[in-house]
């Protein structure tokens, strides 16, 4: 089944603030540590945010960039990346707001969206 709103899975270095946010707003986010994740390499959260049906969001443009590029070119399927500058929190919490207030679940698969 598919969901009309993006679940946001945040990678290990995003802070756990901005899930407290968007939780706040109704919005599903898992992080890391919720997900028992801490540790894992890029690619088992990335298998991890595929399983779930979960957009990733992180700090790693470098690493994730060359993930979705893996996939891609696997012919393998992901429910999307967002690469998101630093900075503060409420800063990054709003900016995700607008994407899930401008972009459905099913529009973000195998796409990368900088923030």
């Known amino acids: 089944m598919s969901r009309l709103f993006i679940h946001f899975y ?3 270095d995003v802070s ?3 899930a407290k946010l968007l939780r706040s ?13 801490l ?4 690619a088992e959260q990335m298998e991890f945010a595929v399983a779930n049906q979960c957009t990733i969001v992180t700090h ?7 993930l979705a590029k893996e996939y891609h070119t696997a012919g393998k399927t992901h429910h999307g990346i ?8 409420n800063q990054l919490a709003q900016r995700l707001l607008i994407l899930l207030d401008n972009v459905t679940s099913e529009e973000m698969r195998d796409q990368v969206r900088y923030i």
């Not at 707003?25 to 994740?37: N, S, V, W």
């Not at 790693?60 to 060359?66: G, K, M, Q, T």
């Open 10 to 12: 945040l990678d290990e």
């Open 39 to 42: 540790g894992a390499s890029d």
């Open 60 to 66: 790693n443009r470098a690493h994730f960039e060359s």
């Open 25 to 37: 707003r109704g919005f599903e986010t898992t992080t890391t540590l919720d997900a028992g994740q």
């Open 82 to 89: 967002v690469i998101a500058v630093r900075r503060p929190a």
């Open 16 to 18: 756990v603030i901005v």
